[in-house]
């Protein structure tokens, strides 16, 4: 028996586990009643009526309309309640929130792998805050699989060429099992993931350390697309809505109040986190956003750097 | 009335070469070869059964890689599906049982069933013979586009389904004309014993879904072949739309698994409560509702596949429906019994069986309708006990149950009484312990088709591994006191059961080669028993063991033909 008291069940660790698991007990309880009503009476009948002579004829049952129209009538609105109810939750289930917090999944033969919106990713460990909706963005690489947290209920195929999401929202801390519920070949039972339910803060730690094992040239190369930066700004020379960045390390700007200054570190920097402060000539103010910079991690500008430079 | 009937022409003396018998035309005779390579079948996948039981007695490698117990799972259910519970109750016992039924001398048309027979052995040898391209590998539902990685395997597998599929849809062609065209006089609808409108029903669901597999080897071998992208996302195909075709036409066959199963639960309670079927005419119609109604509830097997949340909740809510027949059937069974006389011969105790283990199946299938329950059972072991309830509890213990009801009139043997009593004892505890647990692992969680799994479900998966022994010792058992009644068995009387279906009351102990004397004129419905009063005047019919050898009835000046 599990911890929730129930044989069948496993903790219900999602904000809508506990409304499948009302569901659940509810066709658990009434088939219950049901079977035993059906099989008790069978086991009364056949004591009942069990043959006495050999010769007996019994006289033939009497068919009986209301007897067939109630067992046609009852069990018919019981399964129009269950599938109205079912209806319900099915909704909820399917209905991610606007604000919720997506990760990327990919099922592989035969593992999982996790991309978080900063672009760190994780293989076979994922890592959610607690108490916010998490909406799952899954595909497969190679053949079908399926996505199954049985602590929180969910469930489903993640295909090639085509997205499929789930989601959640962990109301418990602690470690949950990924399983891969479609057979997907030999190591089948092998792809195995784990979900960390964990506060929001622990939450936001983690993924921000989660840069450290990333070297930091890659990790900036992956910055400056993951934040649109080559939307604005060219890496081959070409003039796009900001100026070009390869070869800028080193060189002489010349700003629009006609003074220069030398692209250094700090320069770079600058231009980043506070795009306004000097801005080159023959390009306006204010189009660069702002706000870009304040999200970044001081590794993660660190990394920015190291790649704008390293562009010839 | 014939002096000995062991010395009198029967179906089974008057040749006995081979040859009379790998080319017969009696329907008698071919349901006997059906029955004979059938069970070589049941008995080979039953073997694998044991073997994946083994395999998963405890976490981690048992006696098998995973590659090797993968093919075995695939190759378990591939035969045991399409190959043993398709065909079993049609082809063996109604091509032996239902011309007799109907007052016939054989189906309506004899070479074609024979064709079936051959197509069958045909499309099954073809099924295995992908094991010398490649392996079988993906689970028996061969989901794109693992199934098309794994090689041309799954061409020759989905090929020989097909082949054995058109053995299906012949004998429902067959089946449906017989029973159309070559009832005996007097035999009208509402007189015919439900086994036929089981029968019936059933061919019209091979017929009219069978083909549908046909179209999909045709699609896989186009994709193969040239390349087409229809299944395979490497190719620009959909894999979703491989498992619509997929259930478009397993899910039917799901029906014809089960509609022969409800046909023979009817026989048997009806015989053996000496009762009318309650409910006959809604028993009989619903089989066919169901027939024409199962085709529309596939997409229930895709409620996690990716298919449009509009589509999950109309195929639920369909589901839904077609389960309410169903129930009712079960409620109609029970309430035959009610003031009938009853007596617990073995195949009566299968019917029992039947009841409680389709009920156990039945009420998990409405749990699974249920959307969003299913999204947490589907693809889980809980799936697998299901599916096991219902096509073992179901199918298998219906067919149990009217093999050994059909023995006597097949073999003209009576079998042990007891042995059979203490096999259906087995079988009942035996399977009950294999699979209810599997309910529990997979409700918590443990998936399908998993080789390896979690040290937390290793005391459940020990359990259904016992449990599988003892089910095996009871399926050894029949296949022993069976096989030692053809040999050593008391001779059966002509209607050792006091039943009143043609097949009992008009023939020999063993059937003549065209069954009657003279075509039998019914007077009577099926279970009409209060007025077939004098077949029970004198003698203790329906005791089952000739010990007061029941004289064969004549043909002519019965009492109510
Ligand atoms: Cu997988």
Redesign the pocket.
Known sequence: MGENGSVFLPEASSSFASEVDALFNFVLAVSTVFFIAVVGTMIYFVIRYRRRSHSFVPAPGKDSRLLELVSIVFPTILVLILFTWGFQVFITLSTAPPDSYEIRVR?KQ?FWEFEYPNGVVTVNEMYVPLNKPVRLKMSAEDVL??FFVPEFRVKHDVIPNRYTTVWFEATKAGEYRIY?T?Y?GTQ?SA?LGMVHAVPEAEFNTWLQNQDQDIPLLDLGERIFSQYACNACHAIDGTRKIGPQLNGLAGITRTLDDGSTVVADDSYIRESILDPNAKVVDGFAPGLMPAALGASLTPRQLDGLLEYIKSLE | MSADASTSVNYLNHDRSIKSWLLTLDHKRIGILYLVVISLVFLGAGILALFIRLEQIAPGQDIMGPDAYNQIFTIHGVLMVFAFIIPAIPAILGNFVLPMQLGAKDVAFPRLNLLSFYLYVGGALIVLSALLVGRIDGGWTFYAPYSIRVGDSILFVTMGVFVMGFSSILTGVNFIVTIHKMRAPGLTWNRLPLFVWSLYSTAIVQVLATPVIGITVLLLFLERLLGIGIFDPALGGDPVLFQHFFWFYSHPAVYVMILPAFGIISELIGTFSRHRIFGYRFVALSSIAIAFLGALVWGHHLFVAGQSALASTVFSLLTFLIGIPTGVKVVNWVVTMHQGSIQLRTPMLYALMFLILFSIGGFTGIMLGVLPIDIHLHDTYFIVAHFHYVMVGGNVIAALGGLHYWWPKITGKIFNETLGRIAAGLIFVGFNLTFFPQFITGSRGMPRRYYDYPVEFESLNQLSTYGSWVLAAGMFLIAGYLLHSLFKGKKASANPWGSLTLEWTHTNRLPIPHNFERTPIVTRGAYDFHLAKDLFKDEPSGNGVDSHQVPDLEQEGRPEA
């Open positions: 099922g035969w699989h399926s891969c479609e997907c089948h792809m």
